[in-house]
C-alpha cells in the first residue's frame, strides 16, 4: 500500500517563505512524475507545479518565479519551495505522484491528504 505523506505547511506573514516536502512510502517500483496541487475555499484543485522523474518542470503561471519544485529520488520525495507568499496562496497543498506498483503494468494515481498553508498578517 502507497502512501504519500505532506508536512511543512503552517500559517505565514505576506512576503515570507514555506518549504513543503512530500515523502512516498510502501511497496513500489518507481516514481515517476510527481507534483503539486492546491485548493483555495470555494476554489476547484488547481496545479501549483510539477517535476518529472528527470528533474523537467512545469509551474502555473501564478506561481512561477516563486515556486520552486525538486525531489530526491532516493528518499522518494518531492519538495516545494514557496516565497513571496500572498494571500492568494493560501490554500490546502496537496501532493500527487505518478507510481508504478507490484501487479500493474502502468503507474498509478496517488494523492496525499494535504497540508494547510495560510498566508495572513
Known amino acids: 500500500q502507497v502512501q504519500l505523506v505532506e508536512s511543512g505547511g503552517g500559517l505565514v506573514q505576506p512576503g515570507g517563505s514555506l518549504r513543503l516536502s512530500c515523502a512516498a512510502s510502501?511497496?513500489?517500483?518507481?516514481?515517476?512524475?510527481m507534483g503539486w496541487y492546491r485548493q483555495a475555499p470555494g476554489k476547484q484543485r488547481e496545479l501549483v507545479a510539477t517535476?518529472?522523474?528527470?528533474?523537467?518542470?512545469n509551474y502555473a503561471d501564478s506561481v512561477k518565479g516563486r515556486f520552486t519544485i525538486s525531489r530526491d529520488n532516493a528518499k522518494s520525495t518531492v519538495f516545494l519551495q514557496m516565497n513571496s507568499l500572498n494571500s492568494e496562496d493560501t490554500a490546502v497543498y496537496y501532493c500527487?505522484?505518478?507510481?508504478?506498483?507490484?501487479?500493474?503494468?502502468?503507474?498509478?494515481?496517488?494523492w496525499g491528504k494535504g497540508t494547510l498553508v495560510t498566508v495572513s498578517s
Open positions: 510502501g511497496s513500489f517500483f518507481r516514481i515517476n512524475s
Open positions: 517535476i518529472t522523474r528527470g528533474g523537467s518542470t
Open positions: 500527487n505522484a505518478y507510481i508504478v506498483v507490484p501487479s500493474y503494468a502502468t503507474d498509478m494515481d496517488y
